[in-house]
């Protein structure tokens, strides 16, 4: 079992930056994927970024490509979240997911195993 807290969200004004955190708990967390996931009321839960087990494989999602940087720390077991040049329109709940492999990253919301309670993100325009 994983347990996964986030932390870091709150409000922010456009062109704002926030930086998420995603800390894990109960077992070696560098046997994991992890991905950031978010979803606005009334729209599905949708992946943001992912990052392999070493930190080495990145994904984005096109609309946060080059405002939003994924990192890890596995000695901390803690992933981050850095948003820069927030947009109204990234306003949402905020999740961190877990999926044991060390195998690349995974996109859908099926493919991860844990899940934290996720952290809200709102930017006024």
């Known amino acids: 079992q994983v347990q996964l807290v986030e932390s870091g969200g709150g409000l922010v004004q456009a062109g704002g930056s926030l930086r998420l955190s995603c800390a894990a708990s109960?077992?070696?967390?560098?046997?994991?994927?992890v991905g950031w996931f978010r979803q606005a009321p009334g729209k599905e839960r949708n992946i943001v970024a992912a990052?392999?087990?070493?930190?080495?494989?990145?994904y984005y999602a096109d609309s946060v490509k080059g405002r939003f940087t994924i990192s890890r720390d596995n000695a901390k077991n803690t992933v981050s979240l850095q948003m820069n040049s927030l947009k109204p329109e990234d306003t949402a709940v905020y999740y961190c997911?877990?999926?044991?492999?060390?195998?690349?990253?995974?996109?859908?919301?099926?493919?991860?195993?844990?899940w934290g309670q996720g952290t809200q993100v709102t930017v006024s325009s």
């Open positions: 997911a877990a999926k044991w492999t060390q195998y690349g990253v995974a996109y859908s919301v099926g493919s991860y195993n844990y």
């Open positions: 109960g077992r070696t967390f560098n046997n994991y994927a």
């Open positions: 990052i392999d087990w070493s930190g080495e494989t990145t």
